[in-house]
């Protein structure tokens, strides 16, 4: 697994979008609190980038491979957790294929990978290592991978992930669910992709707590700031009831951190002629 720490290089090419799927209907049950989109969020803030987008999606395979078509479609970087598996809620693998318009196929690394898990286990718990028993040939399925996959290693017991690239140009890196194997998966691509990437700006996101303001009012100011400064988003983040702060608005911008400084200053200008009150400042 590769460390953390990171040597900036020099980028050769911009970073894409980046996307998450999480694929499970335990998550939308609440039978499992997701822990998977904050740790990718922060592995990405390491890094210096940044999440564009995310969805939820239960074990149908309808909705599964329609999300899976639009990531492969869509020249991102995509990470998918869950469902790789070969129980009979596990449909990622079939619908992955089904997206691309190719068929299954057993990947020769894949097999490999898995039988030397087998043996692992066997030898562990001092049983004779039988690989074409009917539980271990079923293990396979787990090596059925949209043709022309490549294989991504699991360092925790070795059943690989896989990686395809749609006809969009949409890369989606398929992992397991279980957080113990995903993260360090997930970990090292995105470091394989720094190599390329280079180190992203760092960025940070600044605002201010405002009283007596309507959001309809300051909304062309919020326009301005974003003309003035691209590459800049300005947020505003009403509420009615906070415990804290009562009725305000938190007005903030985010972006790359030198240029988000400058527009944060813009801002807090811009605000002055509309009378309005200040409370307390943040920077995340």
């Known amino acids: 697994m590769t460390s953390l720490n990171h040597t900036p290089v020099q980028a050769s090419q911009p970073a894409p979008a980046i996307g998450l799927i999480?694929?499970?209907?335990?998550?939308?049950?609440?039978?499992?609190?997701?822990?998977?989109?904050?740790?990718f969020i922060e592995l990405l803030t390491e890094r210096g980038l940044q999440l564009s987008w995310?969805?939820?999606?239960?074990?149908?395979p309808e909705r599964i491979t329609a999300v899976l078509a639009r990531a492969f479609a869509s020249g991102d970087v995509v990470f998918s957790c869950g469902g790789i598996g070969a129980t009979p809620d596990?449909?990622?693998?079939?619908?992955?294929?089904?997206?691309?318009?190719?068929?299954?196929?057993?990947q020769a690394e894949a097999k490999a990978l898995i039988l030397e898990r087998v043996r692992d286990v066997a030898l562990e718990?001092?049983?004779?290592?039988?690989?074409?028993r009917a539980d271990n040939q079923h293990r396979l399925n787990m090596g059925m991978f949209p043709q022309g996959a490549q294989i991504i290693h699991n360092p925790y017991?070795?059943?690989?992930?896989?990686?395809?690239?749609?006809?969009?140009q949409g890369m989606v890196h398929f992992v397991p669910g279980f957080p113990v194997m995903a993260w360090p998966m997930m970990q090292d691509k995105l470091d394989?992709?720094?190599?390329?990437?280079g180190a992203a700006p760092k960025r940070a996101e600044r605002s201010v707590i405002v009283f007596?303001?309507?959001?309809?009012?300051?909304?062309?100011?919020?326009?301005?700031?974003?003309?003035?400064?691209p590459g800049v988003k300005v947020f505003s983040l009403p509420?009615?009831?906070?415990?804290?702060?009562?009725?305000?608005?938190?007005?903030?911008?985010?972006?790359?951190?030198?240029?988000?400084?400058?527009?944060?200053a813009a801002l807090k200008t811009g605000l002055q002629p509309f009378k309005v009150e200040f409370g307390p400042e943040m920077v995340r």
């Not at 999480?22 to 989109?37: M, P, V």
């Not at 394989?192 to 990437?197: G, K, L, P, R, T």
Request: hydrophobic share 35%; glycine share 10%; aromatic share 8%.
């Open 22 to 39: 999480i694929i499970g209907d335990e998550i939308l049950s609440g039978k499992r609190a997701d822990k998977h989109l904050p740790k």
């Open 54 to 60: 995310a969805e939820y999606v239960g074990d149908s």
């Open 90 to 106: 596990d449909h990622t693998r079939q619908c992955a294929a089904k997206a691309l318009g190719v068929p299954l196929a057993l």
């Open 125 to 132: 718990q001092g049983l004779p290592y039988e690989p074409d």
């Open 157 to 168: 017991n070795k059943i690989p992930g896989f990686t395809c690239r749609g006809a969009g």
């Open 192 to 197: 394989v992709y720094c190599q390329s990437w």
């Open 212 to 229: 007596g303001a309507m959001e309809a009012t300051l909304t062309p100011l919020m326009e301005a700031i974003e003309l003035q400064f």
């Open 239 to 264: 509420s009615v009831d906070h415990p804290q702060w009562g009725k305000h608005i938190e007005l903030g911008v985010k972006g790359e951190e030198s240029l988000s400084a400058e527009a944060f």
